[in-house]
């Protein structure tokens, strides 16, 4: 729907009139628009929240595991050293028990002891890849170890020959200085590893801890959300609670207000008419009693009572009939417009046969709508027309639709008495006539009527005309699919 | 030959007049009888005086005491008065009283025109369909 803004009533008839319903629906988006983009905003921001909490947890975890993990390295690097140590010492002490005894199966713990120093070797070589320290310290380590065991391997060469016996305990022990340096050198490695693993203790402690808080801080973004969110829907369901009271309020007043208004109506057509019936009645009793007693210029004004009080009972009539169209709740259903056109031009044709006038309708014109009330709009658009050209002795009455305005537009064209434009805003008020009564009856309800019954379809009338030009009146019926829906309705019903 | 009488219920002696002159005007002959409220009327048709029962009832709607509704609804609840033609003669044409009236099983509605040479041709008409033309059913 597009939105035309509020204003001007069932007047303006020089510019199409704006329309109600829509602007009805400008003033409920202008108002109350921002209060639904709310939750949207609101669910953006909760998102976002609980978004950034996940991943503020997710990376404490991720850190956590990562710091989890260099302890671990950590204590493995420390396990690998032992082994390193294990391995020399198996080495040495199986060396110097073969030196001492001769016996080969002391030869099997220094081989297996050299094996092992190799292997773990190489492993804290790749352990320690990151470290550039613990790498150049076993860089320095590895010429005095290779030294040592290459020693001991020389060592163990020369007692395998037979000219030498045991060796001495003092030859063995040589070694001695050479191997507190290596073990120094390992401690030296033991205790970086130590102190790395203190820090690493600490940064995983500080990782749990900042997991920890992580946590914390979601467990009460979300008690916070969820508080925001119940205190919002609260807020929302008391002030919905209010304006469904304040609607039912709204609802019985209204109701009382068309309970009144009916009374009022139903009183007004009974009680208004009786008193009009009593002077109509005996002002021709008067006139029929007194007879010839009476001359004309009396009789005259005797005809003149008479006349206004018919007058207004058909004033109060087209009122009630004004009043109760502004009640009425639209049956909607696809109406053929040109056949009830036809059924109206017909009726007046009945009333005055003699006169000669052409009423052309465009045939098969559809449209979706109250067909009684739309009756009624053809009845006073076309007797107006027909009204207007009495003076004409071929007048010519047109109905047709165009195309204008994203719609179809009606148009009821009279080559009558027409109108000054300048008068062209009064048209469509209640008791606004253009023309006097000595002119042309009417008691001035008819196009309000047929506005009110335009603007219930949620459509629009104006009018163009000229003295004696004749007057042309165009309207709309609904949004301009109105068409299109009764075109569908139609294409329903049928298949 | 006695002519069975007319039975009008109104209460406006405004109404009533001009109706009576209506009547006379049409040289409808039938005795007029007049109930000014709704209780009166029920009084008259239950025999009250020794009144036989009329030929017609023009009733209107508005009435003290008894609606027309309501006495439409005791004329049509009594066996004695259940076929009687009822005519209702009245200012208004609301649909809901039109409705009721014929759920009540009235005869003929008729809104009372203001223009007073138009309620005479009623009357006229009224007169000559249901005094003449018209068949009752035996009392």
Redesign the interface.
Known sequence: MHGRDAGGAAGAAAAPPRRRSTSVIAHWRRTGGWRDRMPGTAFGAALAILVGVFWLSFRNTERLIEDASWRQHTYQVIAEIRALLVGLIDAQAGARGYLLTGDERSLAPYRGGREEFALHFARLRALTADNPLQQRRLTAFEPPANAELDALERAIARRHEPSVGAVSPAAVTADRRAMADLRSRIAALEDEEHRLLVERDLAMRRSVRRADLSLWVGLAAGVALLAVAVLALRREISERRQAERAQLRLNVRLENANAELDAFC?SV???L??????I??????LAEDLGDRLAAPEHELLARV?KA??RM?QLIDDLLRLSRISRTSLALGSVDLSALAGEVAADLRTLDPSRQAAIAIEPAMRALGDERLLRIALENLLGNAWKFTRRRERARIEFRSERGGGGVVYVVRDDGAGFDMQYAGQLFGAFQRLHSSADFEGTGIGLATVARIVHLHGGRIWAEAAVGQGATLRFTLGDSDGAAAAEAAEKGAAG | MSVDAILLVEDNPDDELLTLRALARNHIANQVAVARDGAEAIAYLEGAGGAALPALVLLDLKLPKLSGLEVLERIRAEPRTRRLPVVILTSSKEDRDLVAAYDLGVNSFVRKPVDFAEFVEAVRQLGLYWLVLNESAPA
């Open positions: 139903y057509s009974h009680d008419r009786a008193p009009l019936r009593a109509d009645g005996f002002s021709l009793a008479r009080a018919q009972a």
